[in-house]
């Protein structure tokens, strides 16, 4: 973890930000963060997987976010969420052809700052649970910071990191493509899923947690804090 | 619901007992479950373990054991486990471990009882699974009852109808008359010293003995009686008594229990037109004397089994009964032989093995038998009476329709003809240097039971091979090894294994890859724990009482053979009513899907105790 990463999880820029924050995101920081010393077992987590239209958290917006909750190392499928967001701008078709969203789509859906306000009590006390992650925090990061005025701290896991992580223990060579949700996932042999929308990646990151703990942890005594990025 | 969520019910749909809920309902479930992952070896669920869920395996495999290791099962995508959890308030009945990396959904128990009262087809699926889930299976096949059936399920016991009615030995025959009137029974049991039976007088007695000899009627009842009458044992079938009242021209039968009368059954309670119609076959059979009209007799086998089947008949009562007409034939044959080449010069027991040895015969049957002679026997001087004996009797059931099978096992090969010392020296090679290709072919001689003849000879012989065979690890590890030839057409994941191209091509081989393997089974267990059953059902009730296999294996080996005996005798019922020959190659479509099930669970019982007789007798090497 590189030093920026350290400062953006320390407790002192959880201050700082928690301070500034206003509306939703400051009842989220009401809730204290998830103790890295507990078990994961005991652990509450939030996988999610959001849509946007591009790459780049300053120029681009999310479009839908997908989320699950897990809860005593169980996917609760009763949690499952699933919303669109309106952009400000019209959607590039680039990134229409991606992930099949239109503006007819989200028309009526609500702003994302509505769908912050929906989002961020699930996220409270809970570890956020994501494949490739830094575009999560991102789009996240960005988003609260224009609609509550600071970014968000959450715990996070990074299923993508925890796949290199193993593949780097086991020492093997590995091709690239390995780890893709997809392949991650039929290493682990879950079944194999169909990328539809934000909540169906939401879910298959979510199994591929799973599993990832269970060959790192079989007892399940493990602390949080050796998943966490 | 959501795109994601619908995946799951999908899954679900194309599993059973989910396929039957209402779509709706389906599709209602994923929101309600929980996913789980659990890696290869993981423990998931330990005896007495709290279990508040059911669950589904999506991907993976797990393999449950009871408390004391015994493998009871594997499953695999689509199967259930927790299900005993879920009939005892929440605690695991047994080990379940992951065989293979495992992606499990969990239903809540209470959502699980919800669906189970709404919906009977789900709660029936899962009210009784495995062993037990087949046993209600088949009870569910054979509610079909039919009154003229009652004979072949029905024990003696159950149709006393009445007390017994009894009369002191010192008493007159004036005074059974009276007893015989105030009761109105038409027969009396006479007893002495309390509760020993003494003899039966009958109506017909009064008839013959009294009124017609003009005998006094101050006469006691024990110059009238018939002492010692043939009896019946309240734990045989209906069936049997039967049989024993018509070959012996009796209408009365007692119920004696460790010789004590416990009852008495008569001709009236014993009508019903099925059982009927063989029981006259078989004595048709003992009036005839020429082979080609037994023949005619025995070509109504097939409608017979027809009838019995359709009517709900057990495979063990059929296979009884059916086995009976070829031991009617067998008797009759010898009597014609012995009429036609004089009484035979030396004692002997004519013997049949294999399938009606063990009581199992079906539609189409081979004939295993020999002969053995008293130790007096020369070849020189009777060989050639003998030869002749076996000639006629092999012939003349090859002609009436039970044919030579391969391997030549029958009374014609010189080999199967013999004194007891002989057969006793080979008996001894077989099980002290087993030779595993001949014990193969010898195996239908394990199954060996007296049809005619001087039984006495065949009880030593019995007595002998038993005691030996159980005490041999070495003999039993032979068995054990040829039984492991017999498979079972179940694949790793629970699917159909069918024979590949030729004339069965797709098709599953009911005998030899159904029943035969369990026969071996029972076989090896009885005959290494001192069993002289030969039937399988008898053989695998025996041993439940001892330790080679536990009481829950030997109970689902018994529910797993009841059930694929009759699959294969529905079978072949549908071919005899098609017009067609009857055969053991069954196409699984054939079948519902609820068969099917059941059919896969049997296969899975067979499988696993298969495995653990690899542990209890094989590869110990000594």
Redesign the interface.
């Known amino acids: 973890m590189g030093l920026r990463e350290k400062i953006a999880d320390s407790q002192f820029y959880r201050d700082f930000v928690q301070r500034r924050a206003t509306g939703a995101l400051r009842s989220y920081y009401d809730v204290p963060a998830a103790d890295p010393a507990r078990p994961i077992m005991d652990t509450e987590f939030i996988v999610l997987d959001l849509e946007t239209t591009g790459l780049d958290p300053k120029r681009d917006e999310i479009v839908s976010l997908g989320w699950v909750i897990i809860r005593q190392l169980g996917v609760d499928f009763s949690s499952c969420e699933h919303i669109l967001v309106r952009p400000t701008k019209q959607l590039k078709e680039s990134s229409v052809i991606v992930h099949r969203i239109f503006d007819s789509d989200v028309a009526d859906a609500p702003n994302i700052k509505v769908a912050l306000e929906h989002l961020l009590p699930q996220m409270a006390g809970r570890v956020l649970v994501a494949h490739h992650a830094p575009i999560e925090l991102g789009f996240l990061g960005q988003a609260c910071k224009q609609a509550f005025g600071a970014r968000l701290q959450i715990p996070t896991v990074d299923t993508l990191v925890l796949g290199l992580r193993a593949l780097h223990r086991q020492g093997k060579p590995f091709k690239s493509g390995a780890l893709k949700l997809d392949s991650l996932r039929r290493s682990h042999n879950l079944p194999p899923f169909r990328a539809h929308n934000a909540l169906s990646n939401a879910i298959a990151a979510s199994g591929l947690f799973l599993a990832q703990v269970s060959k790192r942890d079989p007892k399940g005594t493990l602390e949080l804090r050796r998943v966490l990025r | 619901m959501?795109?994601?969520?619908e995946?799951?019910a999908d899954?679900l749909k194309q599993h059973h007992p989910f396929d039957l809920l209402p779509d709706d309902v389906i599709e209602s479930l994923?929101?309600?479950?929980?996913?789980?992952?659990?890696?290869a070896g993981?423990k998931v669920l330990s005896p007495e373990e709290q279990c508040l869920n059911l669950y589904i395996i999506?991907?993976?495999g797990t393999e449950t054991r009871d408390p004391d290791g015994q493998l009871l099962g594997r499953l695999s995508e689509g199967e259930c486990f927790g299900v005993r959890a879920m009939f005892r308030n929440g605690r695991a009945a047994n080990n379940i471990t992951t065989l293979?990396?495992?992606?499990c959904y969990?239903l809540p128990e209470k959502d699980f009882h919800d669906l189970a009262g709404k919906y009977p087809q789900f709660n029936y699926f899962f009210a009784q699974m495995g062993g037990d889930r087949l046993r209600s299976g088949m009870q569910m096949i054979e509610s079909r009852d039919d009154d003229q059936l009652k004979l072949m399920s029905v024990k003696v016991e159950e149709l006393i109808a009445r007390d017994l009615v009894s009369i002191d030995a010192n008493a007159t025959i004036l005074d059974a008359g009276r007893l015989m009137c105030a009761e109105q029974v038409s027969c009396l049991l006479v007893t002495q010293n309390g509760d020993e039976i003494a003899g039966i007088i009958t109506d017909r007695d009064l008839r013959n003995r009294v009124i017609a000899e003009a005998r006094s009627y101050d006469a006691p009842v024990t110059s009238i009686m018939t002492a010692n009458p043939i009896s019946i044992h309240p734990d045989d079938y209906a069936f049997d008594a039967l049989l024993t009242m018509t070959r012996n021209n009796i209408r009365h039968l007692p119920v004696l229990k460790d010789g004590k009368a416990v009852g008495m059954i008569t001709t009236n309670n014993l009508l019903a037109r099925q059982s009927l119609s063989a029981v006259y076959m078989a004595g048709k059979i003992s009036k005839l004397n020429d082979p080609g009209d037994i023949a005619t007799v025995i070509a109504q086998v097939p409608e017979l089994l027809s009838h019995l089947i359709e009517a709900g008949a057990t495979s063990q009562n059929a296979g009884h009964i059916v086995t009976t007409l070829a031991d009617a034939t067998t008797t009759r044959l010898l009597q014609l032989a012995e009429a036609k080449l004089g009484p035979p010069p030396v004692p002997y027991v004519w013997m049949a093995g294999g399938s009606q040895g063990r009581q199992e015969q079906t539609a189409i049957s081979v004939q295993n038998n020999c002969l053995m002679f008293d130790d007096a026997y020369s070849p020189d001087a009777h060989g050639a009476y003998f030869k002749a004996l076996a000639d006629f009797v092999c012939d003349g059931l090859n002609e009436i329709g039970y044919v030579f099978g391969s391997g030549d096992m029958t009374a014609k090969n010189d080999q199967w003809r013999q004194s007891a010392e002989n057969w006793l020296n080979d008996f001894n090679k077989w099980i002290e240097q087993p030779d595993p290709t001949s014990l193969m072919q010898c195996c239908v001689w394990f199954d060996l039971r007296p049809v005619h003849g001087t039984t006495p000879l065949f009880d030593d012989l019995q007595r002998i091979i038993v005691s030996r065979a159980k005490d041999n690890r070495v003999f039993q590890a032979v068995l054990v090894n040829n039984a492991m030839s017999h498979h079972v057409p179940l694949g790793f994941f629970k699917n159909f294994v069918m024979i590949r191209g030729g004339e069965h091509d797709s098709k599953l081989d009911l005998k030899n890859n159904g029943v035969l393997p369990i026969v071996d089974l029972a076989r090896i267990h009885a005959l290494a724990n001192g069993v002289n059953e030969v039937n399988t059902f008898e053989r695998l009730r025996a041993v439940k009482a001892f330790p080679s296999i536990s009481k829950q294996g030997a109970s689902d080996l018994l529910d797993a053979f009841e059930f694929i005996s009759i699959t294969r005798l529905k079978h072949q019922v549908r071919q005899i009513r098609q017009g067609n020959s009857p055969d053991n190659f069954l196409q699984p479509e054939s079948l519902s899907a609820f068969e099917r099930t059941h059919l896969k669970d049997a296969f899975s019982v067979v499988k696993n105790l298969q495995s653990a007789l690899e542990g209890a007798f094989g590869k110990s090497g000594t």
């Open positions: 959501s795109i994601e969520l995946e799951i899954f994923p929101k309600r479950l929980t996913a789980r992952y659990f890696r993981t999506r991907t993976g293979e990396d495992s992606l969990l």
